[in-house]
């Protein structure tokens, strides 16, 4: 299923969450609202280092980033791996994926619709809602 978010859409694998999709486009569109920071869906992680990821992305909260290299340590891998992993979310703004960037604050890659484009989006969306910058120094340049 696709879900509208800030001027775009993402994909969404709705069979890994127990709830319906008018459920889960209605807690997309409050945390677009401002009116929700984490959703409350019971997400299925997939198996492995997928799921594993996952886990750790759904940990960080609202308006914070974590480094590809912070959840590599946490989860003893490397942060290759991670970005792969990260690639493979089917939960894109339910499972914050947006929310992993490069070590030195660049966003690297975002999988889900747009791409940068929309991380970043996501990002400054985020740092507005809870009204601190939690990130400094986004990139002017798109890898």
């Known amino acids: ?29 409050e945390y677009e609202r401002g ?9 299925t992680y997939l198996d492995g280092l997928t799921g594993d990821v996952m886990a750790a992305m759904v940990a960080i909260p609202y308006g914070e980033t974590r ?15 991670v970005g792969q992993a990260c690639g493979r979310n089917p939960a894109p703004i339910v499972v914050p994926c947006h929310r992993v960037v490069g070590s030195d604050g660049a966003l690297t890659g975002y999988s889900a619709a747009d791409g940068v484009v929309t991380k970043r989006r996501l990002l400054e969306f985020e740092a ?16």
């Open 128 to 143: 507005r809602e809870s009204g601190r910058a939690v990130q400094t120094e986004l990139p002017v340049e798109f890898e």
């Open 1 to 29: 299923m696709n879900v509208a978010l800030l001027d775009t859409e993402l994909e969404f694998d709705e069979s890994v969450v127990a709830e319906s999709p008018a459920e889960i486009r209605d807690q997309v569109q």
């Open 67 to 81: 480094t590809y290299g912070d959840l590599a340590a946490d989860l003893d891998t490397s942060p290759v791996a």
């Open 35 to 43: 009116d929700r920071r984490t959703f409350d869906l019971d997400v």
